[in-house]
């Protein structure tokens, strides 16, 4: 054993043991060898912030950072990318900020990635162009990880011709840098200038990988351009070896499906080389619902039925009662809804920067310190809307997928709803105001937006899981087809 006289011999054996520990999730182990160490350096230190980064003790992480004597390139590097990988944006951009004033540490690409990356998470466009200027003033070089993180962040952010200025100026384009850009103009539905791109990167000889191609088929399917990702699905395997997942099935479903190829849709995936998803189905049965063909839903319906019984009891009743009700079977849709008691839902989450600080919301939470003030807001709008828009609050639901995820009873405090009440408030009137969301967004969130869009003359810019709705006088960028 290494123990020498309850000590431990040796800064490298002790920082060896602290590591073995914290990699295999064994924290308290780890902070018990690194308390018997007579003496710690960085890299023992940087070991055990890791370990709890990594097993999510985030707060506990937090602790031992602000006690560490030595903060160098790497501590910062290990809490700012720990955040960002444990989903905690805001956090991560806060430590980002203490490091720049605090002045002692430049930053690197490591730490500039990841603050870009939580930027471009919450769409915090005044942090990301600030993260930019560091880049500048540092004259930290523009390497294709920086290059691409700050074109995603920008396209993120909903700034894309930001985006594609960044991606004009980067001369040495890999795969990488091709890829965000592609996604960029994907997201926002501008799926002629994704296929520009991806042509571009094929005449200078860049391969495309998984991603490159996943983001091309989004981009055509959110365009309706079937001809183009129906020739790029057929040669993605035979020309560039990659071999379908079942991600790249869900957007080529999704695209033959919406464009009404119903049955090329469902012969699809009875050919396919997996089991099909939820994702799958629901893409199919969507596009039955928009094409209104009951015959269709039902045949298909019956096949998940048959073959993927398990579907039905794992939130899949969601996107059968919501297609029978779109049809208006109504009798079995209550049939369905009975079944549905207890499916989990995930909580819908919002973030509005204002004034440079990133504002979070929860679906009906009670955590931001002007949330009465907010609410009586919302309440306000809400009621100026059905006064001049005859807005009724949704409470059928026949709109897919909602339901999974956010209980239909708090339509009304949604957190967009709450996020854009903050937004009104808070910014000058005329201005534009700009929203995430982390799940996609509702029909009758999706409403409201655009009556207020009109109402109170903003323009409204959401990005929600799959792509930028810009609301302008009553309308959005989406065509209601999201
Ligand atoms: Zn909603
Ligand atoms: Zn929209």
Known sequence: MVMKNGYLSGLYIGNALVNFYST???????????????????????????????????????????????????????????????GLYVEALKYFQIMIYDGMVKPNEAIIVSSLSACAH??????????????????????????????????????????????????RRDVLIYTSMITGFSIHGLGNDALLVFNQMLAEDVKPNDVSVLAVLNGCSHSGLVNEGKSIFYIMETKWGIIPKIEHYGCYIDMLSRSGHLESAFETIKKMKMDPDKAIWRALLNGCRIHRDATKAELVINHIGRFYPCIGSSGGEVLISNLYASLGIWEKVEEVRKMMIGSSSSPGCSWIEVNGIMNEFRVGDALHPQMYEIRRELVEILKRLSEEQGYIATTTLVSFDVNEEEKEEAVAWHSEKLAIAFGLMSTPSGSSIRIVKNLRTCEDCHFVLKAISKVFSREIVVRDRTRFHTFTSGKCSCKDYW
Not at 51 to 72: C, D, H, Q, W
Not at 139 to 164: E, F
């Open 24 to 86: 295999f999730g064994k924290m308290e182990d780890a902070h018990q060898v690194f308390d018997q160490m007579p003496q710690q350096d960085v890299f023992s230190w940087t070991s055990l912030l890791l370990g709890y980064t990594e097993n999510k003790e985030m707060v506990r992480a937090n602790e031992i950072f602000s006690k560490m004597p030595l903060r160098n390139e790497v501590s910062w590097a290990v809490m700012i990318s720990g955040f960002v990988r444990g």
């Open 122 to 171: 919450l769409g915090a466009l005044d942090q990301g162009n600030w993260i930019n200027s560091i880049i500048d003033n540092n004259r930290i070089s523009r390497g294709s990880n920086i290059a691409s993180a700050l074109i995603n962040m920008y396209a993120k952010c909903g700034k894309v011709d930001l985006a594609s200025r960044v991606f004009n100026q980067t001369l």
